[in-house]
Structures are given as structure tokens and as C-alpha cells.
């Protein structure tokens, strides 16, 4: 039930309950987006909408999670709507790029993205690309578990799914991933049998 609250007490929710939660709101939007504008916007357009539905939020109550759940809606959404787009290319910006003077030869064969690298450093390129790898819904469920550390009480209320849901998706969603990663366990000497 939401409640009608003045602007200032909406700020007031705002600035005590949702902003100390930026951080892993932004963290969870890179995941789920791998780019960094993507994610900005994404924790973007979840903030306004819970400033937007503060009054539907009860104050005192678990706020990370309330959050997560919007952006999570938010991901969705944009995921469908993207879905149906055709892709786009701006072919003049790639043609100016690459005609531009200052285009040295190895800036055209690597480029290196700091986040990825920091990621990929923290839990290794394999691991990373197998978590990328994964459908949405798989990889939604281990970062929010495995990785933001969620229960899974929490983690149905975020996803709007039951428990037993949860959990059953989690398990998949390990073992897609542990198939992906049987090599790579076994290089590092884990046994996988």
C-alpha cells in the first residue's frame, strides 16, 4: 500500500535509507550490463523510480533489497525492449575512428577495460567468461547470491519468485556453471568427480 508522503519526506527516505546502497547498486547494474554507461543509467533510472515509489517502500525494512528488485524490473524491461530493436551502427564514427591520424596500430588490436581487467584478475578470465556466458536469469541468481552475499529470502523478494524458485534456479545455475568450468577446476587441481 503506498502511502502519500511529502517531498521532503521522500528525501528524507531517500537520502537515509536508499543512498548508502549506491555502491552495490551500481556493482549489480555493471554485472548484469558488463558496460559502464549501461550501468550508471540503469542505477539511474532505478533511483528515480524509488524516489519516484518512495511512498510504497516501509521505512526501516531491508532498502537493498527493495532497490535491487527495482533495477532488476528495470534490467528486464530495457532487456526486452533491446531485444527488439535491430542492432545499430554508426558506420561514420567507426570510419572516422579509423581514418583518424592519432589511431596507432596496437590501439586498434587491444584496448583494455580496467573493469573487466579488475574483475578478471579478482575471479579469473574463465570464471568471468563462463558467468557471462550464462542466461540472464542463471547469472542474475549467483551474482545475487554468491556474489552481493543475498539470502534467499531476500533474493525471492528481489526477483518476485518463490523461494523454492530460487533455489532450484540457483542449483541449475550452478551446475551450467560448473560444466563450464571442469577444465578449469582441474588445472587448478579441484576434484570435479
Same mark, same amino acid.
Given at each position: 500500500?503506498?502511502?502519500?508522503?511529502?517531498?521532503?519526506?521522500?528525501?528524507?527516505?531517500?537520502?537515509?535509507?536508499?543512498?548508502?546502497? =549506491?555502491?552495490?547498486?551500481y556493482n549489480f547494474a555493471y554485472k548484469l550490463t558488463f558496460a559502464e554507461d549501461d550501468a550508471k543509467d540503469l542505477v539511474q533510472d532505478a533511483y528515480m523510480k524509488a524516489f519516484r515509489f518512495a511512498g510504497s517502500y516501509?521505512?526501516?525494512?531491508?532498502?537493498? =533489497?527493495?532497490?535491487?528488485?527495482?533495477?532488476?524490473?528495470?534490467f528486464i524491461n530495457n532487456y526486452r525492449k533491446?531485444?527488439?530493436?535491430?542492432?545499430?551502427?554508426?558506420y561514420q564514427d567507426v570510419e572516422n575512428y579509423y581514418n583518424s591520424a592519432s589511431v596507432e596500430t596496437s590501439e586498434m588490436n587491444h584496448t583494455v577495460d580496467l573493469r573487466t581487467s579488475t574483475m578478471q584478475n579478482k575471479i579469473g578470465?574463465?570464471?568471468?567468461? =563462463?558467468l557471462n556466458s550464462l542466461p540472464v536469469d542463471f547469472r542474475t541468481v549467483i551474482?545475487?547470491?554468491d556474489l552481493e552475499g543475498f539470502t534467499y529470502e531476500e533474493?525471492?523478494?528481489?526477483?518476485?519468485?518463490?523461494?523454492?524458485?530460487?533455489?532450484s534456479r540457483l542449483h541449475r545455475a550452478r551446475g551450467?556453471?560448473?560444466?563450464?568450468?571442469?577444465e578449469y577446476a582441474k588445472q587448478y587441481g579441484f576434484d570435479v568427480d
Open positions: 500500500m503506498s502511502k502519500s508522503l511529502s517531498e521532503k519526506e521522500k528525501l528524507h527516505i531517500f537520502n537515509t535509507e536508499f543512498m548508502p546502497h =549506491a555502491d552495490a547498486m516501509e521505512v526501516g525494512t531491508n532498502a537493498k =533489497a527493495w532497490l535491487f528488485r527495482i533495477l532488476k524490473n528495470s533491446k531485444s527488439k530493436e535491430p542492432s545499430k551502427v554508426d578470465d574463465e570464471v568471468t567468461g =563462463a551474482i545475487l547470491c533474493m525471492a523478494v528481489i526477483l518476485d519468485i518463490p523461494i523454492g524458485t530460487v533455489r551450467v556453471l560448473k560444466e563450464k568450468l571442469i
